[in-house]
């Protein structure tokens, strides 16, 4: 009965917190009498009261006998506001993915709301948008019809009908990290545009002359290979057929390889463009598997992971971009849609890779 009993007041605290921050109250202003909030709230008066006494020892709220409650600290500190999941493949994931997702979390308790890890783990094409996820991490759509999750932030791209269960929910969303993923109401992505442009500009800076590009599976493809026939023209030994490998997974990248080696040497790339570093390390030591080291074209690899070099048989050209940056911004979204109710309407917000190489 205990443990039952401290579930409804910590639920009790989440909930006036939610209130504080939908009517946007200040320090200082005052809260509805107890009665007023039970009944906005759907909860008994002793339950609301108990929870107004732990926000007071947490320095959220202040009670005054005989005066009523008021706002002593807006920004709510503490763990006591709403609950994000946090949704990943955690079982199989990449280093950037787990990197991502605990500075998510951190920042979600320095903001002073939970997440929630719900690993949820991938079908064998390795294609998200394909699965039905919210299924498939255990408990999560259980908690999210019992109103004990308020938002999502996922690493993983989602299928439309997932898409419209959290939006009859009204659970706002926010994809994280990925590429620009066009069905995502709210993301915080990496803009491939930009790293395809600064790699083809980087081979040419090197002299060099024949580039081939890996390409992971996209929504926004036509529009990412208007760019790549925009960078080529400068390279005529170029051929967007032959040369740019779409929808990079597990296996695709070992036939791309022997397909490169069965080529005469004069028609082999001299310069490999890849948007994972992960997938940059598997494919080179592929190559010096097959071929020692007589066929290694330059590596230019957008790094996400902290990748080590010396991973890596040849000198690598990193174009780098900020994990801190993208889970920062990805919190502040799906925070701020809380607060205003209107995560809906928010546009994507395409986050660009440094173009910097290091």
Known sequence: MKQIRGKKIEHAQQMIVRYIWDHSLQAGEKLPSCETLSQQLALGCATIFRAAKQLQKQGI???????GIFVKDARTPGEVCYNIAILGDFHTCSRYVSKLSCLVQRILVENGTRGIFYSCPMSSNG?????DILSSAVGLRANIDRGEIHGILTTLAMNQENWTYLQSKKIPCCYLGGFTYLHAPMAVTIDLEQMVTAAFERVSELGLHHPALFLPGLDTEEQILKTVSRCAKKFPAFHKEKDCRRSLNQTTYKDFCDELLSRPRAKR????????????????GYLVRKNGTEFLPHPIVLGRAEALREHFPVAV???ECDPQRIAEEGVQLILNSLRTREGAAEPIRSLATVPDFV
């Not at 790339?269 to 080179?284: G, N, T």
């Open 61 to 67: 709220l202040e009670c005054r006998n005989k005066v």
């Open 127 to 131: 294609n998200s948008a394909d699965m």
């Open 269 to 284: 790339p001299d310069a490999l463009i890849c948007p994972d570093d992960e997938y940059a390390q598997k494919i080179y």
């Open 317 to 319: 050209d990193f174009l």
